[in-house]
């Protein structure tokens, strides 16, 4: 399995921007699908976005499309979320997930590699 370390959570105001980073090791990542996955509390994780092993394919939970981007960067071992526009409801802990090559999933079954994660407040 690989593992992964998020970092560049903090707290940010409404309608300001945060990059997340996740960084891998222990195994070959360009193989592996990335996610981003958040749990806000009292509720359960939910899909963010995700991006496939090669061709850069990507999926957006319909809450984030438009504001969030995923991408990915495989000569650093590294994957990135930048979130723009931020809302209170964005207020999470976000973890970064790997999932085999293949199928590009957006739920938590899709990944079986995950980070600690990293908070993320937005204040209103």
């Known amino acids: 399995q690989v593992q992964l370390v998020e970092s560049g959570g903090g707290l940010v105001q409404a309608g300001g921007s945060l990059r997340l980073s996740c960084a891998a090791s222990?195994?070959?990542?360009?193989?592996?699908?990335m996610g981003w996955f958040r749990q806000a509390p009292g509720k359960e994780r939910e899909f963010a976005a995700s991006?496939?092993?090669?061709?850069?394919?990507?999926f957006y939970a319909d809450s984030v499309k438009g504001r969030f981007t995923i991408s990915r960067d495989n000569a650093k071992n590294t994957v990135y979320l930048q979130m723009n526009s931020l809302k209170p409801e964005d207020t999470a802990v976000y973890y970064c997930?790997?999932?085999?090559?293949?199928?590009?999933?957006?739920?938590?079954?899709?990944?079986?590699?995950w980070g600690q994660g990293t908070q993320v407040t937005v204040s209103s």
């Open positions: 997930a790997a999932g085999p090559r293949g199928y590009l999933g957006t739920t938590i079954g899709d990944f079986n590699s």
């Open positions: 991006i496939s092993w090669s061709w850069g394919r990507t």
């Open positions: 222990g195994q070959t990542f360009s193989s592996y699908n």
